[in-house]
């Protein structure tokens, strides 16, 4: 890719924006969507939208203030940045910022995700390109950004998304093709480009988004809702193949056997269980909408045997338990979602410290009384945070 200059200078600028101007500006603009990831020495980037620009800004000082935001696309774009949707930021093992994005096509449900990224730590980025060599005005949505940190695979660049165009093809030869598949791209040069696009598995879910995990060796994991037989809408996890012609190791991974006729917008949350000689496999939350218990569960997935642990729901349905997400360290997992009653907008968590087989209370963590955007968990040094961002308070990290 042909780097060009973006002015960022975020080492020698001011870190002038504080929460109130920040708050004044997200009113103003009510896409809450972002994306954060830390870096090697502590600093928080964090990317999101203004109005058709995608921006990247980072603090020094765990989100109390941040830099002034500068635009990555030089080239307007209508971007997703909403909900299962939104822009991605990964901070690679050896300082690399990237970062990918939807733009939202002409016709609807359809679009291209875009990459970049930086490798002077964030003073410039790279011209973007657009990840897949698919080029229709199709459905290329819904994806997931994941750089492998540790193992064989370390630096490595994968991105997977839900994508149409098996449907199309089918369509052409009038053969029966339903819902989505899911695709794939790796780099194995840090992202300076990306192989050819691979299918990793037909049959998904349309609408909700992808989450992904690493094996120790570095392989990537992705878990997306799946439709199965009979139109049962249950999780699928499965290992990006190493090889262009290998075939991928798919599971079904929950059995909820949820029917309905539609796509649920509730993407769910993976971590990796437990770390090096001692990972077992991942833990799981994902929303079940099945009548009998309908709302959010966790479980444990043995990552030899393909084998999944009875679900343990949590979460008040009631007052629309959504959202989840997942943090693991060691034997410490956190587990957080989102709740709303009385237009209050709620996150709670638990935590477990003998590897999610036994759970403390749930507990009210921040709280919010105007619109609210998908939580996040991440770690620093071993430390937990939850980032989250409101129109009432804007953008916070808090200390787990």
Known sequence: MTRYLIALSLFCCTFNVSAHEEQAQQQQNVTLAVSVAFDATGNLWRVSTNGDFVQVDVSSDLGKSFSKPIPINLQAQKIAADGEARP???????????LTWTEVLSTPFTGYIWFTRSINGGKTFETPIIVHQDRAEITHRFDALNVAQTGNFKGNVTVVWVDKRDLIAAKVVNKPYEDSAIYYAVSTNKGASFAIDQKLADGSCDCCHIVTVNKPDGTVVAMWRHVFEGGERDQMI???????????IVMRATFGHWKIDGCPHQ??????????????????????????????????????????????????????????????????????WRETEAKNNTILGMFSDDGGRNWQDAKVLVSSTDKADYLQLLAFQGQPYLAWNTLEKGFQLLGL
Request: hydrophobic share 35%; glycine share 14%.
């Open 88 to 98: 991605k930021i990964v901070i690679g093992p050896e300082g690399n910022i990237y």
């Open 238 to 248: 499965a290992e990006i193949p190493l090889k262009a012609n290998q075939a991928p």
């Open 267 to 336: 993407g769910e949350a993976i971590a990796t269980g437990g770390e090096g000689p001692d990972w077992w496999g991942y833990h799981m939350a994902y929303f079940d909408g099945n009548d009998a218990k309908p709302g959010l569960y966790y479980s444990r997935m043995d990552g030899v045997a393909w084998a999944s642990s009875p679900p343990k729901k949590f979460g008040n349905n009631k007052n629309q338990a959504r959202n989840s997400a997942l943090l693991s360290i060691g034997e410490k997992v956190w587990l957080v």
